[in-house]
């Protein structure tokens, strides 16, 4: 098969990094955006009333912005790079107000785990999608 892909007449390359790149990031921002959707869930029912709309609503901008930034990369269409950065502004500040607002104990490990493993990670990804040069 491979040698098919490498003698085949086609000039233009069906298969290249930078697609792959795309797509991989792509899967990654949307992946991450449906994740929030039963992450919604979780915090409307166990958080009191108050605090539910302040974070549910957040939460919802934020998969907002990684789904619309994902899908477009997955597709390959423009126009991705407005929505990454809001992404990455809306995730980091979720990470900072998480951890200053935790309390003493597991909630403070919850709060640097999740701010370390995924939000943080998300918005230096978000970030580098939104300023990486025009092709």
């Not at 000039?11 to 792959?20: V, Y």
């Not at 994740?35 to 998969?63: F, S």
């Amino acid at each position: 098969m491979a040698l098919l892909a490498v003698n085949s007449p086609c000039t233009t390359r069906p298969f290249s990094l930078s697609a792959s790149r795309r797509t991989w990031a792509g899967r990654v921002l949307t992946g991450a955006g449906l994740a929030l959707l039963p992450w919604m869930g979780y915090l409307a029912g166990t958080l009191p009333p108050a605090e539910a709309v302040a974070w549910v609503a957040l939460d919802a901008v934020e998969a907002a912005c990684l789904l619309v930034a994902g899908t477009r990369l997955t597709a390959g269409r423009p126009g991705h790079r407005g929505a990454a950065a809001a992404a990455a502004v809306l995730l980091l500040a979720d990470a900072c107000v998480d951890v200053a607002t935790a309390g003493p104990g597991g909630e403070l490990a919850s709060a640097m785990a999740m701010a370390v493993g995924a939000e943080l990670p998300l918005a230096a990804l978000c970030a580098a999608l939104a300023t990486r040069a025009a092709r």
